[in-house]
C-alpha cells in the first residue's frame, strides 16, 4: 500500500490550497481515505474522510464550509480542497487509507486507518 500526499506549501490567509493524495496498493472499492493534520506539540487532528465507492464524506465542523473533499477514480487520486484558509491551519497534513463502512465515529479518529502517507507541510501566515 502506497499513498503520496503532494500540493502542501505557503499561503497567506484567505488563500487557497489544493492536496492531493494518490493512492495505490489496496482494493479501491472497499475503501476509505481520510485526512489528518498534525500541528506542532498538537495531537493529530480528523479533517475528513471520503468513501471510495459511494462518496460519503464526513468532516469536521473546523474545515466545514472551507474545506471541500473529491475524488478521481481513473487516477485512482483523492483531492482535498481547502479555501478561506486561517493560520490555525498551518500542520503536516496526512492522507490515510482504512476500510469502508466503518461507522462515522471510527472513520473520524487515527484508529480507523491502516495505512499512512508520508504528509506535506502546509503554512498559512496572518
Known amino acids: 500500500v502506497q499513498l503520496v500526499e503532494s500540493g502542501g506549501g505557503w499561503v497567506q490567509a484567505g488563500g487557497s490550497l489544493r492536496l492531493s493524495c494518490a493512492a495505490s496498493?489496496?482494493?479501491?472499492?472497499?475503501?476509505?481515505i481520510g485526512w489528518f493534520r498534525q500541528a506542532p506539540g498538537k495531537e493529530r487532528e480528523f479533517v475528513a474522510t471520503?468513501?471510495?465507492?459511494?462518496?460519503?464524506?464526513y468532516s469536521s465542523d473546523s474545515v466545514k464550509g472551507r474545506f471541500t473533499l473529491s475524488r478521481d477514480n481513473a487516477k485512482n487520486v483523492v483531492y482535498l480542497q481547502m479555501n478561506s484558509l486561517k493560520p490555525e491551519d498551518t500542520a503536516v497534513y496526512y492522507c490515510?487509507?482504512?476500510?469502508?463502512?466503518?461507522?462515522?465515529?471510527?472513520?473520524?479518529?487515527?484508529?480507523?486507518?491502516?495505512?499512512w502517507g508520508q504528509g506535506t507541510q502546509v503554512t498559512v501566515s496572518s
Open positions: 490515510a487509507v482504512g476500510r469502508d463502512g466503518q461507522s462515522r465515529e471510527v472513520l473520524s479518529t487515527a484508529r480507523g486507518y491502516e495505512f
Open positions: 496498493g489496496f482494493y479501491y472499492e472497499d475503501n476509505a
Open positions: 471520503i468513501a471510495w465507492s459511494g462518496g460519503i464524506i
